[in-house]
């Protein structure tokens, strides 16, 4: 709430690297009984008027009535401001008269209200009666660069733009569902505690996130459209919009609803510069080890029946497809074993996930040697656990498997599986794998697992607490193999810089990425921050035969609209939101 028209030329002192347009026409006076928009606005997050009933005049900017129950208008000239907004809402029915269109200059009497969250509210006049004075032009603010804070966006509010960009898509979950794309002036965004420590470090990164990312909205507040209007072309395989990619020349007014700023388009985006699909990684090493977050696989009751189940594929179709991805991704990355995430704890039968995932990658070819590690029961006690496979023609097991069940892995973080392995002359090496618990249930979490507000989450603590639990099981050899080294592969939904990850680091254990010098690594992307949940932990005596390593983001910066929901392609693309890692070892001699 904030600001106006030669504002264009004040808002270069907020916002220095703006061009501001032409000055609109001068002042000729204020009507007598007529508030200034900026005045309504205020220099606050909510208006000082909120709750008085006042009249102003501006230029309609955009008619939302039908998709958002409003209109924006906009000051023909600004106060000298910068902290003001010019712009203003009006709730407003498709119904109502005067049918109002860009360029409309209003006169309207109503009451000021603030719609949407405290701390994120819309400044509006509720009940507007609307008088047409005539036809003028409102300029769009050129935005050129993002404001020197987070709060600045608040002296925008209401106010025509144009961002000719280029910007970076920096989110695609809701485009699908909502029509929105996060975008950010710069790079993409990264999860702050993925770069920074948590706490001050994390806090500052989140401000700055939160400065450069604005969202591109469809100005239609409805679930899954038909279309997204605004794209130049339909989202397909050659146009998949991932993050990464860059648009040019959205246009709109700036809104601010569901919590965050919004730029309600007006006009379709002049061009999409689209972030290409990788091929899947190559990696050096005589072993390759993958690690893969399966999303959910449930196979119903294994013959058919049993949809929808209580995670995964709602259908035995959509179970069908989920599985083609799946065998579509490890097939691609040819790895010669695989840590699985979110796999059905359903047993080690015929009918079961796991035996029906193999069973599919051995008919698949061109590898038919596909064989899974039985644990006997679980691991655990999770209606999901962690799964391992192999190749019997590469890997030779070593002694039986083994787990944990107590302590933190009794009921929050699913049970850890271990499993000794030989590739042909080489040493004895462990293979664990692991899935901390996640970041949900906030509401269930009591104690240290609260969020302590220092950017890691809820079940910091246990997650904490099933790193040292995890470290010192391995430290007894579980499975009695002696082996020469172990890798950590999984989810362990932590951060590279949080708690659980810096205190393996300390008692020894290498990041397989920063061994390797990868530049930026990231598996996942929540809310268009992009991060490892996923990480390949190696002890000091595997860290020296490691070769490389890659996350292959084949799902992670694709839309949702390429999922097994959707998707009937029986490509790899958004077969889960992690990307799968692969790691390269010298192992064979």
């Given at each position: 709430?904030?600001?106006?028209?030669?504002?264009?030329?004040?808002?270069?002192?907020?916002?220095?690297?703006?061009?501001?347009?032409?000055?609109?026409?001068?002042?000729?006076?204020?009507?007598?009984?007529?508030?200034?928009?900026?005045?309504?606005?205020?220099?606050?997050?909510?208006?000082?008027?909120?709750?008085?009933?006042?009249?102003?005049?501006?230029?309609?900017?955009?008619?939302?009535?039908?998709?958002?129950?409003?209109?924006?208008?906009?000051?023909?000239?600004?106060?000298?401001?910068?902290?003001?907004?010019?712009?203003?809402?009006?709730?407003?029915?498709?119904?109502?008269?005067?049918?109002?269109?860009?360029?409309?200059?209003?006169?309207?009497?109503?009451?000021?209200?603030?719609?949407?969250?405290?701390?994120?509210?819309?400044?509006?006049?509720?009940?507007?009666?609307?008088?047409?004075?005539?036809?003028?032009?409102?300029?769009?603010?050129?935005?050129?660069?993002?404001?020197?804070?987070?709060?600045?966006?608040?002296?925008?509010?209401?106010?025509?733009?144009?961002?000719?960009?280029?910007?970076?898509?920096?989110?695609?979950?809701?485009?699908?569902?909502?029509?929105?794309?996060?975008?950010?002036?710069?790079?993409?965004?990264?999860?702050?505690?993925?770069?920074?420590?948590?706490?001050?470090?994390?806090?500052?990164?989140?401000?700055?996130?939160?400065?450069?990312?604005?969202?591109?909205?469809?100005?239609?507040?409805?679930?899954?459209?038909?279309?997204?209007?605004?794209?130049?072309?339909?989202?397909?395989?050659?146009?998949?919009?991932?993050?990464?990619?860059?648009?040019?020349?959205?246009?709109?007014?700036?809104?601010?609803?569901?919590?965050?700023?919004?730029?309600?388009?007006?006009?379709?985006?002049?061009?999409?510069?689209?972030?290409?699909?990788?091929?899947?990684?190559?990696?050096?090493?005589?072993?390759?080890?993958?690690?893969?977050?399966?999303?959910?696989?449930?196979?119903?009751?294994?013959?058919?029946?049993?949809?929808?189940?209580?995670?995964?594929?709602?259908?035995?179709?959509?179970?069908?497809?989920?599985?083609?991805?799946?065998?579509?991704?490890?097939?691609?990355?040819?790895?010669?074993?695989?840590?699985?995430?979110?796999?059905?704890?359903?047993?080690?039968?015929?009918?079961?996930?796991?035996?029906?995932?193999?069973a599919a990658l051995n008919a698949a070819g061109p590898a038919r040697d596909w064989r899974f590690v039985d644990a006997g029961q679980g691991p655990g006690?999770?209606?999901?656990?962690?799964?391992?496979?192999?190749?019997?023609?590469?890997?030779?097991?070593?002694?039986?498997?083994?787990?944990?069940?107590?302590?933190?892995?009794?009921?929050?973080?699913?049970?850890?599986?271990?499993?000794?392995?030989?590739?042909?002359?080489?040493?004895?090496?462990?293979?664990?794998?692991?899935?901390?618990?996640?970041?949900?249930?906030?509401?269930?979490?009591?104690?240290?697992?609260?969020?302590?507000?220092?950017?890691?989450?809820?079940?910091?603590?246990?997650?904490?607490?099933?790193?040292?639990?995890?470290?010192?099981?391995l430290a007894g050899d579980p499975t009695g193999t002696a082996p020469a080294g172990t890798v950590l592969l999984g989810d362990f939904n932590a951060y590279?810089?949080?708690?659980?990850?810096?205190?393996?680091?300390?008692?020894?254990?290498?990041?397989?990425?920063?061994?390797?010098?990868?530049?930026?690594?990231?598996?996942?992307?929540?809310?268009?921050?992009?991060?490892?949940?996923?990480?390949?932990?190696?002890?000091?005596?595997?860290?020296?035969?490691?070769?490389?390593?890659?996350?292959?983001?084949?799902?992670?910066?694709?839309?949702?609209?390429?999922?097994?929901?959707?998707?009937?392609?029986?490509?790899?693309?958004?077969?889960?939101?992690?990307?799968?890692?692969?790691?390269?070892?010298?192992?064979?001699?």
């Amino acid at each position: 709430m904030r600001q106006r028209l030669p504002t264009l030329l004040l808002l270069t002192l907020l916002l220095p690297a703006c061009e501001a347009p032409a000055p609109p026409p001068a002042a000729t006076g204020p009507t007598p009984g007529v508030s200034a928009i900026a005045e309504v606005q205020g220099r606050g997050p909510r208006s000082p008027l909120e709750g008085q009933e006042v009249q102003v005049e501006g230029v309609v900017t955009g008619n939302f009535a039908r998709g958002l129950g409003g209109v924006f208008i906009q000051s023909l000239e600004g106060d000298g401001d910068p902290a003001t907004a010019e712009g203003l809402y009006l709730t407003r029915s498709p119904e109502a008269g005067p049918r109002l269109r860009p360029g409309d200059h209003v006169r309207a009497r109503g009451q000021v209200v603030e719609l949407g969250e405290e701390g994120a509210s819309l400044t509006a006049l509720d009940g507007a009666e609307v008088e047409l004075l005539g036809r003028a032009e409102a300029q769009a603010l050129e935005l050129t660069a993002a404001p020197a804070s987070a709060a600045d966006w608040e002296a925008l509010e209401g106010m025509l733009m144009r961002l000719p960009g280029p910007v970076t898509v920096s989110g695609n979950e809701n485009l699908g569902r909502y029509g929105e794309l996060l975008v950010a002036f710069g790079e993409r965004l990264f999860a702050p505690t993925e770069r920074a420590l948590p706490g001050q470090d994390a806090a500052a990164l989140a401000e700055d996130n939160a400065r450069r990312s604005l969202r591109l909205d469809d100005a239609r507040d409805r679930r899954d459209p038909d279309r997204i209007w605004y794209l130049p072309e339909p989202l397909s395989a050659t146009a998949p919009l991932r993050a990464g990619s860059r648009v040019r020349g959205a246009t709109g007014v700036l809104d601010q609803r569901h919590g965050s700023y919004r730029l309600q388009l007006t006009e379709g985006l002049d061009a999409v510069e689209q972030a290409p699909r990788p091929e899947p990684p190559a990696v050096a090493g005589e072993v390759r080890l993958a690690a893969f977050n399966l999303l959910n696989l449930f196979n119903g009751d294994g013959k058919g029946g049993g949809f929808p189940t209580a995670r995964g594929a709602a259908s035995s179709d959509e179970y069908r497809r989920q599985q083609a991805k799946l065998v579509a991704t490890l097939q691609a990355m040819a790895p010669d074993a695989v840590v699985l995430l979110e796999l059905e704890n359903d047993g080690y039968g015929a009918d079961s996930s796991l035996a029906q995932l193999v069973a599919a990658l051995n008919a698949a070819g061109p590898a038919r040697d596909w064989r899974f590690v039985d644990a006997g029961q679980g691991p655990g006690h999770d209606p999901i656990r962690v799964g391992l496979i192999y190749r019997a023609e590469r890997l030779r097991p070593v002694g039986a498997p083994a787990t944990v069940e107590d302590g933190p892995f009794a009921e929050l973080s699913r049970a850890p599986l271990a499993q000794a392995f030989r590739a042909g002359d080489g040493p004895v090496f462990l293979v664990v794998a692991n899935h901390f618990k996640s970041k949900g249930g906030c509401a269930e979490a009591t104690g240290l697992d609260r969020d302590q507000g220092d950017g890691q989450a809820c079940f910091n603590a246990t997650r904490l607490a099933s790193a040292r639990r995890l470290h010192a099981w391995l430290a007894g050899d579980p499975t009695g193999t002696a082996p020469a080294g172990t890798v950590l592969l999984g989810d362990f939904n932590a951060y590279a810089r949080e708690d659980p990850i810096r205190w393996l680091l300390a008692e020894g254990w290498s990041d397989a990425f920063a061994l390797a010098g990868v530049e930026g690594p990231y598996s996942y992307v929540y809310r268009g921050q992009a991060g490892r949940l996923d990480h390949a932990l190696l002890d000091a005596g595997l860290a020296p035969r490691l070769r490389g390593v890659a996350a292959w983001h084949a799902n992670a910066d694709e839309a949702e609209g390429f999922d097994y929901r959707r998707d009937d392609s029986g490509q790899p693309w958004r077969a889960s939101d992690h990307d799968p890692l692969l790691l390269g070892l010298d192992l064979a001699r």
